[in-house]
């Protein structure tokens, strides 16, 4: 399968991705999802004023040529690009990475995280929801992602915005399982620098306008009325709280006026760069700074599935990647958001430690490396290490779940909490729910 139809080496396509999300969203309409994520409340947890944005590096990226060069390994190993020094001292990433390198004070790199896996379905599971998948053929969620967790548990910050929001789709295995549909990400389904820019679940249909809206609300208020002297129980359900803010969401401004990229100076979507990293990232934070609680990102284009001519690939998605997340971070720092929202820029796994014969590196879970930012976590600091070609950890050996762990707690998720799930077993959000002692 060409790289045209196929954005991993399993084949599993773009549209078939695209053709998931899209129908775990329209599985269910939006009063029931304003309904479903409600028993949040009902269930007492606190809210508190914190989000994150997940950097999904799809593919894996190498470890070698982002975060953790090995100058002193043979070339088979260290490869063709070389390392830089950061604003920490001694501390080096690769050559892509000259924009992190020098917000390097306000990150934290892992470069020490590990798991038992190379497969690419069974890995993106693990990192979105704590649990291996355990059909290494399914497309389909067996848990719940980190972002449909959120929305069942704490739902959005602002009202009339979604609480989980993917760009420019869902993650590989971003969905809801059987916490139910309507804890499913709202995706935008196109690339923030599209030309007019817009998201199609909130534009109006043509010719219904604001105006016209407004006299359809009155006249549901008379049918509410109606109603009330029929049903004095308020059994009726023709319209009830959900279907009022559903009604608010789509002919209200709050949620577009969120999604409007284009209130950004041109300042700003220049500093994050004019492609579809960039603006997806910067719509990102658009997105947390108005509500939503999770933002992720597809940062792909092509995939970090580099098996073949690693380092041409790598220019052409490392270096906007780059660009974007340094921008991200300070402007998250600039606009006070820095101790609200945490990033986290994470793939499935990282990528041999050898080069292969055509120039490329193959699957690896054995090591791979992790940046955070934000949610007030200790920056300015690599954590763990790998062996001398960067192959295996060496010291501070944490996993995937433990980088969710970290994320539910600056959320202020008890990862302990259970869930009944199809069979009516209860299902723990986490399982292995150690926190990484050194961030905190």
Request: charged share 25%.
């Amino acid at each position: 399968m060409s790289q045209r139809t196929a954005e991993f080496c399993d084949g599993v396509s773009r549209r078939s991705v695209i053709k998931a999300g899209l129908t775990g969203l329209m599985g269910v309409s939006l009063p029931d999802i304003l309904r479903l994520r409600a028993q949040a409340a009902e269930a007492g947890h606190a809210r508190q004023d914190t989000a994150i944005i997940f950097l999904e590096l799809a593919g894996g990226p190498a470890q070698h040529e982002t975060y953790d060069p090995k100058p002193n390994a043979p070339s088979e190993y260290r490869g063709p690009l070389n390392p830089i020094k950061t604003a920490v001292p001694g501390v080096q990433f690769s050559e892509f990475m000259k924009e992190q390198a020098r917000v390097m004070d306000k990150l934290a790199v892992i470069r020490s995280i590990h798991h038992d896996s190379g497969s690419h379905r069974t890995s993106s599971h693990l990192t979105q929801t704590g649990y291996y998948l355990r059909d290494r053929q399914s497309n389909e969620n067996e848990m719940p992602s980190i972002g449909c967790i959120t929305s069942r548990v704490r739902g959005s910050n602002e009202q009339g915005i979604p609480a989980f929001v993917s760009l420019p789709r869902d993650m590989r295995f971003g969905r809801a399982a059987w916490l139910g549909k309507g804890y499913n990400p709202f995706i935008t389904a196109r690339d923030a620098d599209t030309k007019n820019f817009e998201v199609p679940n909130l534009t109006l249909l043509r010719g219904l306008t604001s105006k016209r809206l407004q006299d359809r609300k009155a006249l549901l208020k008379s049918f509410d009325a109606t109603r009330e002297i029929i049903d004095n129980n308020g059994v009726g359900d023709a319209m009830d709280q959900f279907t009022r803010e559903a009604f608010e969401m789509v002919a209200g401004d709050s949620a577009r006026n969120a999604f409007d990229i284009s209130q950004e100076d041109e300042a700003t979507r220049d500093r994050y760069g004019r492609n579809s990293f960039g603006q997806n990232i910067l719509l990102a934070r658009r997105l947390v700074e108005h509500g939503v609680t999770v933002a992720s990102v597809r940062v792909t284009g092509p995939s970090w599935d580099d098996h073949r001519d690693l380092v041409k690939r790598m220019r052409q998605k490392a270096i906007p990647y780059d660009r974007a997340f340094a921008a991200l971070v300070e402007d998250l720092h600039a606009r006070g958001l820095d101790k609200k929202v945490m990033v986290v820029a994470m793939g499935e796994f990282g990528r041999t430690p050898k080069f292969n014969k055509n120039a490329g590196r193959d699957h690896w879970g054995r090591v791979m490396s992790v940046a955070l930012a934000g949610g007030n976590i200790k920056t300015g600091q690599v954590i763990g290490s790998s062996d001398a070609e960067g192959g295996s950890p060496v010291d501070a050996p944490y996993r995937p779940e433990n980088v969710l762990a970290m994320l539910y707690r600056h959320l202020g998720i008890d990862p302990s909490t259970t869930f009944l799930d199809h069979s009516g077993r209860p299902r723990y959000i986490l399982e292995r729910r150690e926190l990484i002692i050194e961030l905190i």
